[in-house]
């Protein structure tokens, strides 16, 4: 009889405060936004490896990168709309189309199609910063995330660059700063997120 009553006594709780049932735990948050965007640098590694390498698997190393993109697009979704979570996936995806082309275009000498895909993933880059800034405006400043971003750029060309000139000691260590970097941008959305919708949180 006694358990029943505290199960009667939870269950009222729940129905009254249904926010305390749903609440995300902001550590487990920080490690899925850890773990998407990680897996963000971690996937183009691999891509930029197999496409140098010219092997089988780049193709399927391509989908499973563009996955990356539509799993972050979903973490945001919940607190932005499907919408926006459906934007930023878009983004992110040219954003890695782009990147496939500047390595291709590299590896096969074409210099002009570099400098032009460069271009665009940059343009791409200040899109993505004016619309997470749009989104979370006053925890995401635009300026401070153009300029993440563009780190991010500088660091998976020079690790593609000189993955594809054979230097592969410095093609890791850009990619250990890639990394390193990318869990400082993914602590940064976290952070933007928690404030932003502090009753989704414990």
Same mark, same amino acid.
């Given at each position: 009889?006694?358990?029943?009553?505290?199960?009667?006594?939870?269950?009222?709780?729940?129905?009254?405060?249904?926010?305390?049932?749903?609440?995300?735990?902001?550590?487990?948050?920080?490690?899925?936004?850890?773990?998407?965007?990680?897996?963000?640098?971690?996937?183009?590694?691999?891509?930029?490896?197999?496409?140098?390498?010219?092997? +089988?698997?780049?193709?399927?190393? !391509?989908?499973?990168?563009?996955? =990356?993109?539509?799993?972050?697009? @979903? #973490? &945001?979704?919940?607190?932005?709309?499907?919408?926006?979570?459906n934007k930023l996936t878009a983004l992110l995806k040219d954003h890695i189309l782009i990147a496939a082309?500047?390595?291709?275009? +590299?590896?096969?000498?074409?210099? !002009?199609?570099?400098?032009?895909? =460069?271009?665009?993933?940059?343009? @791409? #880059? &200040?899109?993505?910063?004016?619309?997470?800034?749009?989104?979370?405006?006053?925890?995401?400043?635009?300026?401070?995330?153009?300029?993440?971003?563009?780190?991010?750029?500088?660091?998976?060309?020079?690790?593609?660059?000189?993955?594809?000139?054979?230097?592969?000691?410095?093609?890791?260590?850009?990619?250990?700063?890639?990394?390193?970097?990318?869990?400082?941008?993914?602590?940064?959305?976290?952070?933007?997120?928690?404030?932003?919708?502090?009753?989704?949180?414990?």
């Amino acid at each position: 009889m006694l358990n029943k009553a505290r199960f009667a006594i939870t269950f009222i709780v729940l129905l009254l405060v249904p926010s305390f049932a749903f609440a995300h735990s902001k550590t487990a948050f920080q490690d899925q936004m850890r773990r998407l965007w990680s897996d963000h640098v971690a996937y183009t590694r691999l891509f930029i490896v197999s496409a140098a390498a010219g092997v +089988a698997d780049k193709d399927a190393t !391509a989908q499973r990168l563009l996955q =990356n993109q539509a799993d972050i697009g @979903n #973490a &945001v979704a919940e607190f932005y709309g499907r919408d926006a979570g459906n934007k930023l996936t878009a983004l992110l995806k040219d954003h890695i189309l782009i990147a496939a082309n500047i390595v291709t275009a +590299a590896k096969t000498g074409d210099n !002009a199609k570099v400098t032009s895909e =460069n271009k665009r993933w940059h343009d @791409n #880059a &200040v899109d993505l910063a004016k619309f997470l800034h749009g989104a979370n405006p006053k925890n995401w400043p635009e300026a401070t995330l153009q300029s993440a971003l563009f780190t991010h750029l500088d660091q998976t060309l020079s690790e593609a660059t000189h993955q594809l000139k054979g230097n592969y000691p410095a093609s890791m260590k850009d990619y250990d700063e890639a990394m390193s970097h990318m869990l400082m941008v993914a602590d940064t959305l976290t952070k933007g997120i928690v404030a932003q919708f502090p009753a989704k949180f414990q």
